[in-house]
């Protein structure tokens, strides 16, 4: 089985620098072999975000390429957190969506299925993480998505 920087090279992704916390908290920590990354914004490696509420002002594959985005992100605090080594990284326990949209909007797990196949093809193991796609009527600074998760760490 190929470890995830392999599998980075193989799909020749570009994994960004992570995005410092907009806010009084920490981008991750670390408890016991658990891995908490904070929740990460839909911000490309320019740093710009992708916002509006899905929906009204975007639309399903904009929100998808949000939560695609979130995922880079995730990834980038991953190897942070683990110095650079991702191959640390045993499996993702849980992702957690949040899309700002519409009142009338819902394909959340829509939106996160992007997320969740980009952490799965890196991390995933013989089972999928758990998962939760939650709609909000707003996100931190606009953003369109906002994903965390839970790593395991060998």
Known sequence: MKKPSQK????KLKIPNPPDPVGSYSAY?????????????????DGKMTTGKIGKELNLEQGQEAAYLCALNIIAQVKKACKGDIDKVNKCIKLTGYINSSDNFTDQPKVINKA???????????????????????????????????????
Request: charged share 15%.
């Open 116 to 154: 969740s196949k980009l952490i799965s093809n890196l991390f995933g193991k013989n089972e999928m993480h758990t998962r939760a796609a939650i709609s909000a009527n707003s996100l931190p600074l606009g953003s369109a998505v906002e994903i965390d998760a839970i790593f395991e760490i060998n």
């Open 29 to 45: 920590i670390f408890s016991n072999n658990l891995l908490f990354i904070s929740g990460q914004l839909s911000i490309d490696a």
């Open 8 to 11: 980075i090279s193989d799909l």
